[in-house]
């Protein structure tokens, strides 16, 4: 009798020790990602250059409007090049409300997509 419940509070114990490290490990890599995505982005924002806006074509072609110092340039993105299509005068482009500095979390992503209504949110599209 007494070896059973032994075994028992062993059991228990190595399962809180299994499940304290798993939720540590997932804490941990949580804030690595998060570490690691802005230090990747402390690295690639500049005051000069921005993507505006981007056209899938095809699995690897794109068009691009891009904003380079005052200009806005768009180009075609390809898998070996990048070509300069056109220069685009400013007050020609739409922009939405706060949609160039306003990037979504994962977490506000995440609600739309279980919602169903990912879409319909992203391109206007019922589906």
């Known amino acids: 009798m007494i070896l059973a419940v032994s075994d028992r509070a062993d059991s228990y ?3 809180i020790t ?13 804030w690595v990602t998060k570490w690691t995505a802005g ?12 993507m505006v806006e981007a056209l899938r074509l ?8 891009i904003r380079i110092g ?16 056109a220069e685009i ?9 706060g949609e160039m500095s306003k990037v979504s979390s994962f977490r506000d992503i995440l609600a739309k997509v ?11 599209r019922d589906e």
């Open 58 to 65: 095809t699995n690897n072609k794109y068009i691009q409007i």
């Open 89 to 97: 005068p400013e007050d020609e482009l739409c922009f939405s409300e």
């Open 18 to 30: 299994i499940l304290i490290i798993f939720v540590f490990v997932l804490a941990l890599t949580y």
């Open 114 to 124: 279980q919602k169903g209504n990912f879409l319909e949110k992203e391109d206007g």
């Open 39 to 50: 230090y990747q982005k402390s690295k690639t924002v500049g005051a000069n250059m921005e």
């Open 13 to 15: 114990i190595q399962f």
């Open 70 to 85: 005052k200009k806005y340039l768009a180009v075609a993105v390809c898998k070996d090049t990048v070509t300069m299509l």
